[in-house]
């Protein structure tokens, strides 16, 4: 399926016109079909909001995603069951990225292509402004924007050397063990020729 041109919050068509759903980030007042603003089971108005609690949010904290979307019935409700959409192993954009972040670490192009010019061709068509200038910490928030939900950013965080850091709701920087998962403790236990990874 196609992705929307677009990265957020724009009406989608073919889903929006008949589910209310729009793509990429859901934020704000929620629409069902026929634009009709939906509420919470409190009967409140369902305006999904930034704030989120990972232990403690209400059903309207936290932000949805709607990257690929659901195929709507014909009642104009959503089919959750029986959806057409492909599951995206690698996009083009994130090759033309990968690329452009090669030649930042030093790499270089046969074509004579620049970061800047790679990471704009993928910007431009999304309707974001071409920058200026490039350097590691812009890619790693390009490559944020353009391949959100799609798998990446654990592999990302830990390349650009920024996975440990604090974020909110951890406040402190974690051990650079947690770039690694441990190794299954039954696997450990029947092979003797194992040795756990370290941290855990």
Do not use: C
Not at 160 to 167: A, I, Q
């Amino acid at each position: 399926m196609k992705l929307p041109t677009e990265r957020r919050g724009v009406d989608y068509p073919g889903l929006t016109d008949k589910v209310g759903l729009r793509a990429g980030f859901a934020v704000g007042q929620q629409y069902g079909p026929g634009h009709k603003a939906l509420t919470q089971r409190s009967g409140k108005p369902l305006i999904f909001t930034p704030d989120v609690n990972l232990n403690f949010s209400t059903e309207a904290q936290g932000i949805r995603v709607f990257k690929y979307f659901p195929q709507p019935k014909a009642d104009n409700t959503v089919n959750d069951d029986n959806t057409s959409n492909d599951y995206v192993i690698l996009r083009y954009a994130d090759v033309v990225l990968e690329k452009a972040e090669a030649i930042l670490r030093g790499g270089t192009d046969p074509m004579g292509q620049t970061a800047l010019q790679l990471v704009n061709s993928i910007r431009v068509p999304r309707g974001a402004t071409a920058l200026t200038s490039v350097d590691l910490a812009a890619m790693l928030a390009e490559r944020g924007r353009e391949l959100y939900w799609e798998g990446w950013r654990r592999n990302d965080l830990i390349r650009f050397e920024k996975f440990n850091d604090p974020v909110d709701q951890r406040p402190a920087k974690t051990d650079k063990s947690k770039t690694i998962y441990p190794i299954p403790q039954r696997a450990v236990d029947t092979n003797p020729n194992l040795k756990q990874n370290p941290g855990y």
